[in-house]
């Protein structure tokens, strides 16, 4: 665990001392014994690296969340098995062995009852249900809800800790839905059209999550309904002459701004289309992300090109999204959760607003969006000092977030939200379930105390720590905290990624008669800053309410950067509430 102050606080001078030994600057010493030496070539593979010795740890030598799970489940395919949690707590490659060894003498993986309703069954029962405490009576008012009756239901269990999260803010807003997630089509033709909601229809039988529905009325607790057929509605819309094509029809009508869907009717997507003037064809798409992420909406893309070129036989087999429920909700998990959050947060009671701006759930405003690429020596020499620390380079990237939103926020221990995937804690296949995972997670940090190289370290070993929790709803974060809502705890987020170089799924589509449209999407914070990294370049995507400039903000983290960069190249010996962040141009303006 972190060192903390009496407060609560990451306490900075009990942080262990660098050892300029470690990592890169480490004598190598080469793994001993089978299982080190097959670790090692596994670590060198995933990690992209000539060799690996005994002494190296995962993450300092440029692994993240997306590369844990690829290596845990390279290693299940060569009989080894392990969980993050172990990856994380390791020190070295050779602690790592050691774990595994201990592990596979005295543990094993937790099991998950089996699902006990039978198919056809014309009745549920209490007993058929191990995952979810209901009444005989508060079970037939649920499968009075499904067409076709006990017969058409599969399942019936709790959300996730993530949902629950969701699902409260979703009550909370009666007027629009937050989590409603837009995208759009353009079909040459209408048998393209009609053969891609075949398709999408097929992906929809094969997974669980994409057949739910969530009822909540006269519950203790929220359940989610797993239908076994759930035929996808469409829409079609007349068309309008009001607006001068149908793309701006089908935007302006079909805005989540303007729209909510009834939960409790599976599945939880809607589709409606509408012929353009040319003769083509619109398809939008409504997703729910109570059921869905990014990282299952392209999986879904992929699996519906698999069956629009006829290979669906060749996709796996469906991964059920209930294994990762029953994983979820263990009690020691969220103990675990609370206690981490209320060190991290203590004595916060005010929220870390940039410009003032507070309006959060229930946003109306779409933003402004600049993009800025920063240059490539920048780049690079941010990704070489960030490896001479032994951290990866989203360290540095948190850390001039937080210099950026102190400074806009007029903070000297901001807090703000990061993006992470949430599928660490998932089980096996993790990569390849769908459903909802990926999570917004409060950082907070100190920028008044230490120096730039103690922080990049700090922020470092903080957002290791952070992995740990990355199923922790946002509202349990806030109530270990003193921001009393409907006040949110923080307006900034940031989101770090990793872009491959392969085509999308929209590319792909295509090929098939297709074209994925852009669609304006609503940001649920008021600053929105987007990292991604590809090919060892690095791009910043920033989206921020008006009448405030996204350039600007672009500007601001590209000198908190720049000076981070600058600084750490120097040694690092500086305090960091001493660096540059704005330009004395925007100083003025900001302060003026």
């Known amino acids: 665990a972190l060192p903390l102050t009496a407060n609560g606080k990451l306490d900075r001078k009990s942080l262990p001392v660098p050892d300029e030994a470690a990592h890169i600057h480490q004598g190598y010493e080469a793994p001993q014994g089978e299982l080190e030496e097959q670790l090692a070539a596994l670590w060198a593979e995933v990690l992209q690296l000539p060799r690996v010795g005994r002494h190296d740890n995962f993450f300092e030598l440029g692994g993240h969340s997306l590369l844990a799970i690829s290596l845990i489940e390279r290693m299940r395919q060569m009989g080894l098995s392990s969980d993050v949690r172990t990856l994380f707590s390791a020190s070295s490659l050779g602690e790592f ?27 549920i029962t209490p007993e058929m249900l191990p995952l979810v405490t209901l009444s005989q009576e ?4 649920l499968v009075a809800t499904v067409p076709g009756g ?5 399942d019936i269990y709790p959300l996730t800790p993530l949902q629950e999260g969701m699902f409260f803010h979703l009550l909370m807003n009666r007027e629009d839905d937050a989590y409603l997630v837009p995208s759009a089509y353009r079909f040459e033709r209408r048998e393209d059209l009609d053969g891609f909601i075949q398709a999408l229809q097929q992906v929809l039988d094969r997974h669980d999550i994409l057949r739910s529905a969530v009822h909540w009325e006269r519950l203790e607790h929220p359940v989610q309904l797993v239908w076994r057929q759930a035929p996808m509605p ?7 002459a009001r607006f001068a094509s149908a793309s701006a029809q089908l935007q302006a009508r079909q805005d989540p701004r303007l729209r909510r869907i009834d939960v409790r009717q599976a599945p939880l997507l809607r589709a409606f289309e509408l012929q353009e003037d040319d003769g083509s ?7 729910h992300h109570l059921v869905m992420d990014q990282q299952t909406i392209l999986l879904m893309q992929q699996e519906v090109q698999a069956c629009l070129q006829g290979q669906q036989h060749l996709l796996p087999p469906s991964l059920p999204f209930r294994n990762f429920v029953a994983l979820s909700r263990r009690e020691e998990s969220r103990r675990g959760q609370e206690a981490f959050f209320k060190r991290l947060l203590d004595g916060v009671d005010e929220p870390t607003l940039p410009y003032g701006l507070s309006e959060v759930h229930g946003r109306q405003q779409q933003g402004r969006t600049a993009m800025s690429r920063l240059e490539a020596g920048l780049s690079q020499s941010l990704q070489q000092q960030a490896q001479a620390l032994g951290i990866n380079s989203a360290s540095l990237f948190h850390l001039a977030f937080a210099l950026v939103m102190g400074r806009l926020a007029n903070r000297d221990d901001p807090v703000f939200g990061t993006v992470v995937m949430g599928r660490l804690q998932a089980g096996q296949d993790a990569q390849q379930v769908l459903g909802p995972f990926i999570n917004t997670l409060a950082v907070r940090w100190n920028l008044a105390a230490g120096s730039v190289r103690d922080a990049a370290k700090g ?11 990355e ?3 946002l509202s349990t974060a806030q109530r270990c905290s003193g921001v009393v809502p409907p006040l949110p705890l923080f307006g900034g987020l940031l989101n770090c990624r990793r872009l491959n170089q392969t085509a999308d799924a929209g590319e792909e589509a295509s090929s098939q008669g297709v074209q994925a449209l852009a669609v304006d999407s609503i940001s649920e914070y008021p600053l929105t800053v987007d990292v991604a990294e590809q090919g060892g370049a690095l791009t910043l995507a920033v989206t921020v309410d008006e009448p405030h400039d996204p350039e600007d ?5 590209a000198q908190a950067l720049s000076s981070l960069e600058q600084a750490l190249r120097e040694g690092g010996q500086g305090e960091l509430s001493a660096l540059a962040v704005l330009p004395p141009a925007q100083e003025e303006r900001l302060h003026g």
């Open 97 to 123: 062995a050691r774990e595994l060894l201990v592990q596979d003498e005295t543990s094993s993986a937790p099991s998950v009852p089996a699902n006990a309703i039978p198919p056809g069954s014309q009745a």
């Open 138 to 141: 508060q079970i037939d008012t």
């Open 150 to 154: 006990a017969a058409n239901v599969q």
């Open 234 to 240: 469409l829409q079609r819309l007349a068309r309008d």
């Open 281 to 287: 064809w619109l398809l939008m798409l409504l997703i």
């Open 459 to 469: 922020m470092h070993a903080l957002l290791l720590e952070l992995m740990r929790y």
């Open 471 to 473: 199923q922790t709803p």
């Open 553 to 557: 903000v672009c500007a601001l983290m």
